[in-house]
């Protein structure tokens, strides 16, 4: 099976926050009191310092598992909330990811089939590809998308090598149906009416994209093990398997109740907790819905019991903090006019000379390592602070990303500015060498501790919002 095209490994993140939907549905019970049906479960909320770009990294770092793949040719970033409009997102997440710039990249927008349309894209084309969607929606309050939605991402690495599961075929319907949309002067989504998306949509579109898959693929649907299909309507899902010929039994749970719809990433999402699931010689068939249907079909390898553990989504789903604070959501998503201070006044004007020149230190959180003595240090610098040596540009690049680092000494500071107060940040060393001044994130209030073991993250730092710039940066988060 070596040199075979398929997909080679899979991650995924979503945010720890669970914004729990009862108290969604509390807050606006008076203005909208048919929210109440929707108020079961829980949604991933991202943190303040979360969005697309930071999920994917994540979700890529799970994936990779901690390596930079050996000829990786492309990264494919595909979401409907990019940070930027005119700046590559991509090249952020591969500068992250320490993949050099010998890369193709690309966004990947526009659509609910953002992310099967990159994948089908990627596995279609040769070579080796990171294919990474990510999806950080915003919604009215009292809406029912603000209950519907969720933050999240996923990542597949696709190319010739030992595939854990190969592609056996795709089909793509495009048909401008208009089920919800979104403009760029607009920062939330307008759906149109269930019934009609549920009967002209997805009942029509999907079974006609996925008859068209099978018939050029001979695979019989009855045949297929796991069925994903992203849909927050009820009983649409079951209803397209029966009428595409799919078990019952094979379709898999939308995870509506424990994370939520996380947009062009959730059917990367869902494929990725199948391969986890999966065994060897399982289908698994995947469909996206918007503005036609992507189809796709898998069958899982015997390399998928020799791939190393991922976090994945079940791992996402276990690092979870219950959220009942609805002015928090809110608050974190600018849907709060929050009177945040004079110590919040500060320009946060980037230069982008100094981030240019420095982007393996900021954007991929990399050192430096002594050729003589091997001392570990961040940031690189041309003496080694190793006072037995302080060798002279003796400095290798070294990246700290994926170096587990321990709480030396902290702060919580109740005065200087943060979206969530208060700020916790303090000296972390690593495992491996090397110490460094790092904001901390992800924290619960009382529980930070000298010795804590914690993993570096990448977040957003600040927002320079008077000119419109998003300034990312590495964070401590407990491990």
């Known amino acids: 099976m070596a040199n075979e095209f398929g997909i080679l490994s899979y991650g995924a993140y979503l945010p720890r926050r669970r914004l729990q939907r009862k108290v969604v549905a509390a807050a606006n019970g008076w203005f909208a009191p048919g929210l109440r049906g929707l108020a079961k479960g829980e949604r991933a909320m991202a943190n303040w310092d979360e969005d697309s770009v930071t999920m994917a990294v994540e979700a890529a770092r799970d994936c990779l598992g901690g390596l930079a793949p050996a000829g990786l040719e492309q990264l494919i970033l595909a979401s409907t909330t990019h940070p930027y409009d005119d700046r590559q997102n991509a090249a952020i997440v591969a500068n992250a990811l320490h993949l050099g710039s010998a890369l193709r990249v690309l966004d990947v927008t526009g659509s609910q089939r953002a992310g099967t349309s990159a994948l089908i894209s990627a596995l279609s084309g040769g070579g080796k590809s990171l294919v990474a969607a990510a999806e950080h929606r915003l919604a009215k309050a009292a809406s029912p998308q603000e209950l519907h939605y969720g933050d999240g991402a996923a990542a597949l690495l696709v190319g010739s090598g030992t595939p854990i599961a190969r592609m056996i075929g795709a089909h793509s319907e495009t048909v401008d149906f208009v089920h919800q949309f979104r403009s760029s002067d607009r920062p939330h989504d307008y759906a149109w009416e269930e019934r009609w998306i549920r009967d002209e949509g997805y009942m029509k579109l999907v079974p006609a994209a996925l008859a068209a898959l099978f018939k050029s693929t001979g695979v019989a649907p009855a045949a297929v093990t796991h069925f994903c299909l992203p849909c927050t309507l009820p009983r649409v899902v079951p209803g397209v398997a029966k009428r595409a010929g799919i078990a019952e039994t094979a379709v898999r749970d939308n995870l509506a109740a424990v994370c939520g719809d996380t947009g062009a990433a959730h059917a990367l999402v869902m494929l990725a907790q199948a391969l986890a699931?999966?065994?060897?010689?399982?289908?698994?068939?995947?469909?996206?819905?918007?503005?036609?249907?992507?189809?796709?079909?898998?069958?899982?390898?015997?390399?998928?019991?020799?791939?190393?553990?991922?976090?994945?989504?079940?791992?996402?789903?276990?690092?979870?903090?219950?959220?009942?604070?609805?002015?928090?959501?809110?608050?974190?998503?600018?849907?709060?006019?929050?009177?945040?201070?004079?110590?919040?006044?500060?320009?946060?004007?980037?230069?982008?000379?100094?981030?240019?020149?420095?982007?393996?230190?900021?954007?991929?959180?990399?050192?430096?390592?002594?050729?003589?003595?091997?001392?570990?240090?961040?940031?690189?610098?041309?003496?080694?602070?190793?006072?037995?040596?302080?060798?002279?540009?003796?400095?290798?690049?070294?990246?700290?990303?994926?170096?587990?680092?321990?709480?030396?000494?902290?702060?919580?500071?109740?005065?200087?500015?943060?979206?969530?107060?208060?700020?916790?940040?303090?000296?972390?060393?690593?495992?491996?060498?090397?110490?460094?001044?790092?904001?901390?994130?992800?924290?619960?209030?009382?529980?930070?501790?000298?010795?804590?073991?914690?993993?570096?993250?990448?977040?957003?730092?600040?927002?320079?919002?008077?000119?419109?710039?998003?300034?990312?940066?590495?964070k401590a988060a407990p491990a």
């Open 277 to 474: 699931q999966a065994q060897p010689g399982d289908l698994i068939a995947v469909a996206a819905f918007g503005q036609g249907c992507d189809a796709l079909l898998f069958e899982v390898t015997p390399a998928i019991g020799a791939l190393p553990p991922r976090s994945g989504v079940d791992g996402a789903l276990a690092r979870r903090k219950e959220e009942t604070n609805y002015l928090r959501f809110l608050a974190f998503n600018d849907h709060l006019a929050l009177e945040r201070g004079m110590r919040a006044e500060a320009d946060k004007g980037t230069p982008l000379t100094t981030l240019y020149r420095n982007r393996d230190m900021i954007t991929g959180l990399v050192g430096g390592r002594c050729r003589n003595c091997g001392t570990l240090q961040f940031p690189r610098g041309r003496y080694c602070v190793n006072p037995q040596c302080n060798g002279l540009d003796t400095q290798e690049a070294h990246p700290f990303s994926d170096t587990p680092a321990k709480v030396m000494s902290y702060t919580a500071d109740v005065l200087t500015y943060s979206a969530d107060p208060p700020a916790y940040y303090g000296m972390v060393e690593f495992d491996a060498g090397g110490r460094m001044m790092a904001d901390f994130t992800d924290i619960d209030e009382g529980k930070v501790e000298v010795g804590m073991t914690m993993r570096m993250m990448f977040r957003i730092k600040e927002h320079d919002t008077a000119r419109g710039f998003v300034r990312y940066f590495w």
